[in-house]
């Protein structure tokens, strides 16, 4: 990250004119606005109240733990081969968490960048310190973003809340958002066991139907499969998400050798900006 590569994502929470290097770890724009640039690579633009809570560090390290154990490499090495097929040369990663996907969907190359945004200053830290060539924005992404008209080429949203009018902005003409919602299987098991929060039972046609007015759907990628996970990997998974901020530690009363059957499944939408 340098303060030029940031910069130049953005605009102004305040005026949206363009930011732009202001000095030494800081940012601005024409009409005086400032905002400091953290010393660990990234700036915090968030603005007014919050609709949601952020990850915190425990979700993400049990997220880390969950994701480095390989289970959800299927849906990692399919985004990989979607975003591969744009030759994307920016990326924005909306709702970055660890950057787990991230890294996935970045193809080699010095002239490829990509800015990492999530309303968690945690997770925004831990994805620029994990890729070098990611620049990282705190946002809200149901504000108007900091981010400049046209500014990328794939916008990428894994598990993530989503703002159709923003998103359109943000993507040059024709440019990719591709998104991933759990299936209604995914989970069943640990839902069903009480220890993970219900979901939405139409994610997938609520997707598209949010998304109408601005984009057209154009790839639909189905993965399912059900897997043995132990307690801890089954604490690690609830740990991860939305169940954290809701569940007990029921998953770590079981048996060190116990294994739960788990199933695992994702909706991969590719979505073609109008």
């Known amino acids: 990250m340098s303060l ?21 770890l800081l940012l601005g724009c024409e009409r005086g606005h400032s905002f400091d640039v953290n010393k660990r690579g990234f700036v915090n633009l ?9 990850d915190s560090a425990a979700m993400l390290e049990a997220r880390d733990r969950f ?8 849906l990692r090495d399919a985004i990989r081969g979607i ?10 990663d909306a709702g970055c968490g660890t950057g787990y996907y ?6 080699p190359g010095d002239n490829v960048r990509a800015l990492a945004m999530d309303i968690s200053p945690a997770a925004v830290s831990r994805t620029v310190r994990a890729h070098d060539r990611a620049d990282g924005l705190v946002a809200d992404v149901w504000s108007p973003l900091a981010l400049r008209d046209g500014a990328t080429d794939v ?20 440019g990719m958002l591709l998104v991933v ?24 046609a609520h997707l598209t139907s949010s998304l109408a007015a601005g984009f057209s759907p154009e790839s639909h990628v189905q993965l399912e499969r059900t897997v043995a996970l132990s307690a801890p990997e089954v604490a690690a998974l609830i740990g991860m998400g939305p169940s954290a901020h809701h569940s007990s530690s029921a998953a770590d009363d079981s048996p060190s050798g116990f294994l739960r059957d788990v199933t695992m499944a994702f909706d991969i939408f590719g979505f073609r900006r109008r």
């Not at 991230?102 to 193809?107: E, K, M, T």
């Not at 993530?160 to 040059?172: G, I, T, Y």
Request: with cysteine; proline share 12%; glycine share 8%.
């Open 4 to 24: 030029q590569t940031l910069s130049e994502w953005l605009r102004c929470p305040n005026c949206f004119l363009p930011l732009h290097p202001g000095g030494d």
């Open 46 to 54: 968030l603005t007014g109240p919050r609709k949601f809570i952020g």
């Open 67 to 74: 994701l480095s154990a390989g289970w959800y490499d299927p």
């Open 83 to 92: 975003v591969a097929g744009e030759s994307p040369r920016r990326i924005v």
């Open 102 to 107: 991230l890294g996935a969907a970045l193809p």
């Open 155 to 174: 916008v990428l949203n894994v598990f993530a809340p989503r703002n159709p009018d923003e998103f359109h902005r943000v993507l040059r003409p024709h």
């Open 181 to 204: 919602v759990p299936r209604p299987a995914h989970l069943r098991q640990l839902r069903e066991s009480g220890l993970a929060v219900e979901m939405q039972a139409d994610k997938a």
